[in-house]
């Protein structure tokens, strides 16, 4: 329990490298063995860290000690993995998991999501349903992400919809991927409808509306966010000047330009 709390510790901190000294001083202290929550804290350091060999390193021993069915510890596995972009071994891993919770499901998911695998991401949605287990903010994020990547606009509908059912519509996060979603596709009556419903969105959103609206060579559109944000009382950040400026580009304005450029002076970017 000592060495566990003290490794755990670092880790929440953000002092991988130090948790990972002291997981090795453990295990050559030879007094004491490690726990499944060592064995969890030791495997979030490496996966943070990008560190495949020594996760391998953990997970074999983990395997050893015979703690590979224990959900937690799976799931941090299969993060890990995920992490270090082996999705394959993510993907063993998971299969051998005797029970599958929404941590294991969301840490596959979201390999798959970040590593820009849309369609298995939205796979392991379906069959993670049709297996009874109820998705959560973190799931519909990630699948959300992956619509961005597929640039399937009904699919990320249909997740909007299972959203608004479970009641998860006003958290800030889900608001700002659903309007990524549909600034991403195309759809801007969506996205401009969803930040109507949810005032008081953030830089984030407005950037993700304006971004959308650049990359469909909409500069005008694009413009008018930034104006729209501005009376919101929202101050610009360096996306939003980067975003409106591409803006600029297709439209031509100079003197947009040079008015964004005397903000840009203002701020100190």
């Known amino acids: 329990i000592t060495w566990?709390?003290?490794?755990?510790?670092?880790?929440?901190?953000?002092?991988?490298?130090?948790a990972l000294s002291f997981f090795y001083s453990m295990q050559e202290d030879n007094t004491v063995c490690p726990s499944n929550f060592t064995f969890v804290s030791a495997t979030k350091a490496c996966a943070q860290l990008r560190l495949i060999d020594d996760g391998r390193s953990i997970h074999s021993q983990i395997v050893k000690q015979g703690l590979e069915s224990d959900a937690f510890i799976g799931s941090t596995v299969v993060d890990l993995y995920a992490k270090c972009v082996s999705l394959q071994d993510a993907k063993k891993v998971f299969d051998l998991m005797?029970?599958?919770?929404?941590?294991?499901?969301?840490?596959?998911?979201?390999?798959?999501?970040?590593?820009?695998?849309?369609?298995?991401?939205?796979?392991?949605?379906?069959?993670?349903?049709?297996?009874?287990?109820?998705p959560n903010l973190v799931t519909y994020i990630c699948t959300l992400k992956a619509c961005i990547t597929l640039k399937t606009v009904r699919r990320g509908q249909e997740i909007h919809g299972e959203i608004v059912?479970?009641?998860?519509?006003?958290?800030?996060?889900?608001?700002?991927?659903?309007?990524?979603?549909?600034?991403?596709?195309?759809?801007?009556?969506?996205?401009?409808?969803?930040?109507?419903?949810?005032?008081?969105?953030?830089?984030?959103?407005?950037?993700?509306?304006?971004?959308?609206?650049?990359?469909?060579?909409?500069?005008?559109?694009?413009?008018?966010?930034?104006?729209?944000?501005?009376?919101?009382?929202?101050?610009?950040?360096?996306?939003?000047?980067?975003?409106?400026?591409?803006?600029?580009?297709?439209?031509?304005?100079?003197?947009?330009?040079?008015?964004?450029?005397?903000?840009?002076?203002?701020?100190?970017?």
């Open 4 to 18: 566990t709390s003290v490794i755990r510790g670092h880790v929440e901190l953000g002092e991988l490298g130090d």
């Open 98 to 134: 005797p029970f599958r919770n929404v941590v294991s499901w969301n840490a596959l998911i979201t390999g798959y999501s970040d590593n820009g695998l849309g369609l298995e991401a939205l796979e392991c949605l379906s069959d993670m349903q049709s297996q009874g287990c109820s």
């Open 165 to 269: 059912e479970r009641g998860l519509d006003t958290d800030p996060c889900a608001v700002a991927t659903l309007i990524d979603v549909y600034a991403k596709c195309g759809v801007f009556e969506d996205a401009i409808a969803v930040i109507g419903q949810i005032p008081g969105q953030g830089n984030v959103s407005w950037n993700s509306l304006i971004s959308g609206y650049v990359e469909y060579g909409h500069g005008e559109e694009g413009l008018k966010c930034l104006e729209r944000m501005q009376i919101e009382g929202l101050f610009p950040n360096s996306v939003t000047f980067i975003c409106s400026l591409r803006a600029c580009c297709i439209t031509g304005s100079l003197d947009k330009v040079q008015e964004i450029h005397g903000e840009i002076v203002k701020a100190g970017l």
